[in-house]
Every structure is written in structure tokens, then in C-alpha cells.
């Protein structure tokens, strides 16, 4: 880590920030900064991408000095694993890849703010890359995955994400203001060309493999998507080794779609170029089980879905609505599901109510609030420094919300029977 630590230092001087503006930057303290720099600490690679970009470097060196291989490098390794190490034994002339080499790369990425375990509770909050935490985790203990991924691609890069905390331009849309409230940001995933189409593929048979390893047999995969991208999604998965076992349907009305032609409104007054989109698709998977699913459900707790109760089975059409402005104050997150919803699926997830649910795309935790009031042990992953410190503040303050009735203040001691009458009003009482 020395090595890193002085180019890092010469990135900083040579852009005329101090230690201190950087530790402001970062919301770490100054002393971890001077840590860094004394080769004393290793970041997580999502603070080597901050640093990099507050100093206005490339990240790839630093990245390959803090023992995190960027993707693309990565790739072209996995991609070429005979010739790209020959390539570069040849040119840079070492042969001595050693077995406690690995081991170093495999070292839990350990700072100030990056590890979250809150006292008492039951979940973990991991500030990082998924693809690392995924490849890093021992195989075969996770029990379900339930995640909302950036399938957009683009919309939670460094570059859009700006433009979205500017408030203008990029892939971000501001939907227009209705009876003066300001309403918030959509992703157009309409933007999406051909490449970044075959980019979210890839992305996504990636992500399935190091999902797929984690997993249990018989783990399921709840995966937020949306009606223009998940046969890219859907495929990518089913390629990885997953069994599609359904869609969960979720009822809300948004606002994408049903406009009438751009700039042609007045003369195709009766014509609407997309539906107005009133579902939202959950991809609902399965590692394939360890023979029956009972001898599964006795060996790994997975398998199958919980029931709502005795009488009523999980529905795969679920009624919801909009995320409350309440917990969007809570979570200021652009993405952030809402929590009568969610706790319905993740409560779903385990079977048998044992195991742990990872989110690794945990944004602004809606995730692991609805485990924590479901009473399940949850794991959630996320890349942005400023989504996860939301998500730690706002997790506690979720849990402790009634789902769908008024914000009535309980404790945040985990709800168990929290989402038991939620399903059956689909079709009876609403
Ligand atoms: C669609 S949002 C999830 C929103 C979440 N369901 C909620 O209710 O708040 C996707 C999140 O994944 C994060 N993300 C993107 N790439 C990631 C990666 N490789 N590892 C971890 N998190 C990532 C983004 O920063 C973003 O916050």
C-alpha cells in the first residue's frame, strides 16, 4: 500500500487539495486520509474511483496499487486467462504469481464508513462493489437475493449521477411540476442504444455468476426490472444457471408512457406512442434446488416461497402504489421502493423464515429495512458513498414505519407479522 500511498499523495499535491479538503470530500476524517497516504489503509475501490476523481487522475493505477483490478482489466483476465498473464510476464518480465497473493486480494475491505453492523440488529451494511463483495463471499451462503439493479446502466454512473444531483441533463428526467410540487427524477431507459444494450447483457451474465456462487441451492432471485429491458435481464440470468420461476407483478401507476407524438400533440390528439405503464416486473429466479424441494428445504431452507398464512399463498400480483413522500423524506433516494411493498417480497424470500437476504444493490435501503421489519438478517451492498451513509440513517427509521397506513412511530424492533394481511386485499377488500 505504500506505492499507492505516495501516488496518491503526488495526485492530491498536484491538484492543490489539501488533506483536509479531501477528508471533507469524502466524509472521512483527515487522520484516514494521512492513513491512505502512509500506505496504512486499503480502500474499497469505490473510494479509489472518489479519489481518483476528486484529483482529477485515472483511477486504473490507483486501483491496481490498492489490489482492486479495474473491471475492464479484469475481464480481459478472465476473458484471456492463458495469454493475457504470458503477455505480461513477457513484457514485464515476473513469473512468481504466488498462492498468498490471492489471499491478499481476498482481504475484507476494512475503513471508516464502509462496514456498517448497527448494535443489535440484524443486518450488515457493506459500502463497495457487489462484484467484489460477491466474488469474496464464501460460496453457497446467501439464501435469497431481492434487488432493484441500475439496469438503466448508465443512470447511477459518476457522470449521471452528477448531472442528477445538478438537477439537469443526462439520463435523469424531470417530470413536469403537477399543481406546484416538485416532483422526482425518472430514469429514461429509453436512451439505451444497441452497444449499451449488449453492455447490460454482459453486465448482467456477470453479475448472475458471482450471484449464482453466493446463492444457496434453491436460493430465489427477486430482481426489479422494467417492461422495455427484462428479456435482456431474464436471458442474461438464465444463461448465468438460474430457473425462471415466474414474475412478480407489481401494480402501480407511474408516469412513464402514455404521452400522445413529440411536438405533434394538437394533430394526434387521439394517439398514445407508448402505454401509459401501469406494472412493474420483478424477476422472480431459483438456483436449481438439491433434489425434492423438501430435501432441499430440510438441507438449505430454501427451495420454495412463505406463505402469507396457512389459507393464502404468496400471489405473484401485488397491488402497491407509488413510494410515500414520508419515506422518500426518510431515504432521499431516487429509486427508493416502497416499504409495503417490499416487505411483502422479502418476506416471501425464505421459506422457512432462516437464512440471510442479500441486497447488493442496496441504494437507499428499502431492502434491508423491510428484512429488519420482517425479522430476517439481511446483508446490503452499496457503491455510492452518499446512498449508503442515506441508507444507514434511513434503515432504522423505515423499519419503524406502519407499511401502508399513517407514519405511526413504533419502535424499530422487528415487525414479524407485519406484512401478514397485505396480499389477501389484491382481491378481497382493498
Ligand atoms: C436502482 S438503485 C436501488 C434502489 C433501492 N432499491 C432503494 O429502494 O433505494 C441501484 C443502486 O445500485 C447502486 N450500484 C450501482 N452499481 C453498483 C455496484 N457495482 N455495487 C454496489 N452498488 C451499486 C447505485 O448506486 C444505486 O444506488
Not at 502512509?38 to 474511483?49: D, F, I, L, N, Y
Not at 414505519?401 to 406484512?419: H, I, M, Y
Request: proline share 7%; net charge positive; charged share 25%.
Amino acid at each position: 500500500m505504500v506505492q499507492f500511498g505516495q501516488h496518491l499523495r503526488a495526485a492530491r499535491l498536484a491538484c492543490g487539495l489539501t488533506q483536509a479538503d479531501v477528508a471533507k470530500r469524502l466524509r472521512v476524517s483527515k487522520g484516514y486520509i494521512s492513513r491512505l497516504e502512509g500506505g496504512k489503509a486499503r480502500p474499497a475501490e469505490s473510494t479509489v474511483r472518489r479519489l481518483a476523481e476528486l484529483c482529477a487522475t485515472d483511477p486504473s493505477p490507483l486501483l491496481i496499487l490498492a489490489s482492486h483490478l479495474p473491471r475492464d482489466v479484469r475481464e480481459i483476465l478472465w476473458q484471456q486467462p492463458t495469454e493475457a498473464p504470458a503477455v505480461l510476464r513477457e513484457t514485464f518480465g515476473h513469473n512468481d504469481y504466488e498462492q498468498n497473493e490471492r489471499t491478499h486480494l481476498a482481504i475484507a475491505v476494512a475503513e471508516p464508513q464502509a462496514i456498517y453492523q448497527p448494535s443489535k440488529a440484524s443486518y450488515e451494511l457493506f459500502q463497495g462493489d457487489c462484484f467484489e463483495w460477491m466474488e469474496h463471499r464464501q460460496p453457497d451462503s446467501i439464501h435469497a437475493i431481492v434487488t432493484d439493479p441500475p439496469y438503466g446502466l448508465k443512470e447511477y454512473t459518476a457522470k449521471e449521477k452528477a448531472k442528477l444531483r445538478r438537477g439537469r441533463g443526462g439520463v435523469w428526467r424531470m417530470p413536469p411540476d403537477i399543481g406546484g410540487c416538485v416532483r422526482r427524477p425518472l430514469p429514461r431507459f429509453t436512451v439505451l442504444n444497441n452497444d449499451e444494450k449488449q453492455q447490460l447483457t454482459k453486465f448482467f451474465r456477470q453479475w448472475g455468476a458471482c450471484a449464482f456462487r453466493v446463492l444457496v441451492p434453491g436460493g430465489h432471485v427477486f430482481m426489479a426490472t422494467n417492461p422495455l429491458l427484462s428479456q435482456l435481464v431474464y436471458m442474461a440470468l438464465i444463461e448465468s444457471g438460474f430457473e425462471k420461476r415466474g414474475e412478480i407483478i407489481r401494480l402501480v401507476q407511474t408516469l412513464r408512457g402514455g404521452d400522445r407524438p413529440k411536438n405533434a400533440h394538437d394533430e394526434f390528439k387521439g394517439v398514445t406512442v407508448m402505454p401509459r405503464s401501469c406494472w412493474e416486473p420483478w424477476g422472480l429466479f431459483r438456483k436449481p434446488c438439491e433434489g425434492r424441494v423438501q430435501d432441499n428445504l430440510r438441507k438449505w431452507k430454501t427451495g420454495g416461497l412463505r406463505r402469507v398464512s396457512s389459507e393464502q399463498p404468496f400471489c405473484d400480483v401485488i397491488r402497491s402504489s407509488p413510494t410515500r413522500s414520508l419515506e422518500r423524506d426518510i431515504a432521499p433516494h431516487p429509486s427508493l421502493k416502497p416499504q409495503g411493498f417490499m416487505r411483502q417480497i422479502v418476506r416471501a424470500a425464505l421459506p422457512l423464515g432462516e437464512g440471510v437476504v442479500l441486497d447488493p444493490f442496496m441504494g437507499g435501503g428499502s431492502t434491508i429495512a423491510a428484512a429488519y421489519a420482517v425479522g430476517y438478517v439481511s446483508i446490503g451492498i452499496e457503491s455510492d458513498l452518499e446512498f449508503f451513509s442515506i441508507a444507514r440513517t434511513a434503515i432504522p427509521k423505515l423499519t419503524a414505519l406502519v407499511p401502508n397506513g399513517e407514519s405511526k412511530d413504533r419502535s424499530s424492533r422487528p415487525l414479524q407479522n407485519a406484512t401478514r394481511s397485505a396480499q389477501p386485499s389484491l382481491f378481497g377488500r382493498t
